[in-house]
């Protein structure tokens, strides 16, 4: 079901960014480095910049995306602006659109709504959803084997066993659960998002069928998008309702092609979209050179293991810091298919692995997500990706119904 990728162009890049709080940084610095880059990342072409929702991590400041979007809009002129993700589950479907209506209001024809579905759960085992991982016995096998490729190569490690009900049961992220409210049983996904959509559309009535319009929202001009980590009721939901589709390859590499097909395969045509739009996100660190950047990006794998042992993301550390780190095997494990597929290395060693996984899923544009300790180190390999990325590439035509 993937389709091909025009070689006579490269697909636009974009921007993912968490706010990443550094070690020794103050959170006003990193929020203000997130609306620097923003501007930077402007200036390199990038068509979007996306904000994502994490909540109580001592490294991460994006807990709050629309008043980040409005922040960022508000220091940017051109650059989309959106959220990767709202999590869903964390707020009604009128607060969604009221919140996105109002900054839609201020700078039309800009702003995105990513959607994500909150993983939350009440406390003891999470109960299996189709976009969560397979049971533990359904996961890893032998760790001796060969790491599963797509058919150009790509790199789809699989996660570690079990790594979603660990985190899911752990009492961090229980305690985190009941701050958010999102213990109690709340809408189901698909209706929430069905609701947000009537509410836009104005088209809204409730079951006892009373009108209700949303101001502001009703007639909003925000693009709505589904992001997904799997094949399952996201991917879906994207496809049916006829949204545009983000596949989250950066946090789950081994089942992104399954993600992208699904979408494909339900996808209707829409008022919104004539034809299926999907975007891959990818972590990337590009430097002057390979060990150059090799260097920038060690702080990634205490970062991304700090977040999957479920003590909440640390502040980034610098290469220094992360030297001193001990590691066991099992650590290394916790965190292998993350490294494994985080784009490491110069602008030339980069592209190259890029458009590998946009020609593996089809990709009609590919989301970015650099973090590293030095704000400029951050801003050069963005800088330094997108002038590769648009050298002697001609500026791509836009498909019918193609996002913008």
Same mark, same amino acid.
């Given at each position: ?78 650059? &989309? ?87 899911? &049961? ?13 213990? +109690? ?69 081994? &089942? ?63 290469? +220094? ?10 650590? &290394? ?25 946009? +020609? ?26 997108? +002038? ?17």
């Amino acid at each position: 079901m993937t389709k091909d990728v025009n070689p006579d162009r490269r697909v636009p890049l974009s921007v993912l960014d968490l706010i990443p709080v550094t070690s020794g940084q103050h959170v006003g610095e990193a929020v203000g480095n997130a609306v620097d880059l923003a501007r930077r990342t402007e200036e390199f072409g990038y068509r979007r910049f996306w904000i994502a929702e994490h909540h109580l991590n001592p490294g991460v400041a994006g807990s709050a995306p629309a008043v980040a979007i409005a922040l960022i809009a508000a220091n940017t002129s051109s650059i &989309r602006v959106g959220s990767g993700a709202v999590l869903a589950g964390n707020y009604s479907a009128l607060g969604i659109v009221e919140q996105f209506g109002l900054i839609d209001a201020l700078y039309p024809g800009r702003i995105d709504l990513g959607l994500g579905r909150s993983a939350h759960r009440a406390p003891g085992p999470p109960p299996k959803t189709d976009d969560q991982a397979p049971a533990d016995d359904q996961l890893n096998t032998d760790d001796h084997e060969p790491v599963p490729t797509a058919e150009n190569g790509l790199l789809l490690p699989k996660g570690p066993k079990g790594l979603l009900g660990r985190i899911g &049961r752990s009492p961090r992220f229980i305690a985190q659960a009941k701050l958010l409210g999102s213990l +109690e049983v709340g809408q189901e996904y698909t209706d929430q998002v069905g609701d947000l959509l009537s509410l836009v559309a104005g088209e809204y009535a409730d079951d006892d069928g009373v009108a209700l319009h949303a101001v502001p929202g009703e007639g909003a001009g925000f693009e709505v998008w589904v992001l997904g980590s799997s094949g399952g009721e996201s991917a879906h939901l994207a496809g049916t309702r006829g949204l545009p589709f983000a596949a989250n390859y950066h946090v789950a590499p081994e &089942r992104v092609l399954e993600a992208v097909d699904a979408y494909r395969s339900a996808f209707k045509p829409s008022e919104r979209l004539a034809e299926p739009y999907v975007a891959i996100s990818a972590d990337v660190v590009v430097a002057e050179d390979d060990e150059s950047a090799r260097r920038l990006a060690a702080g990634y794998a205490p970062w991304v293991r700090s977040i999957r042992s479920g003590q909440g993301a640390i502040r980034f550390p610098s290469p +220094e810091e992360a030297d001193r780190l001990e590691w066991s095997d099992a650590d &290394r494990a916790l965190v292998a298919d993350r490294t494994l597929t985080q784009f490491v290395g110069s602008a030339e060693t980069v592209t190259a692995r890029l458009e590998q996984l946009a +020609e593996a899923t089809g990709a009609d544009e590919l989301i970015i997500t650099t973090i590293t300790h030095r704000h400029a180190d951050r801003v050069q390999s963005y800088r330094l990706l997108a +002038e590769h990325w648009t050298k002697s590439s001609p500026t791509p035509t836009a498909p019918e119904g193609d996002p913008r």
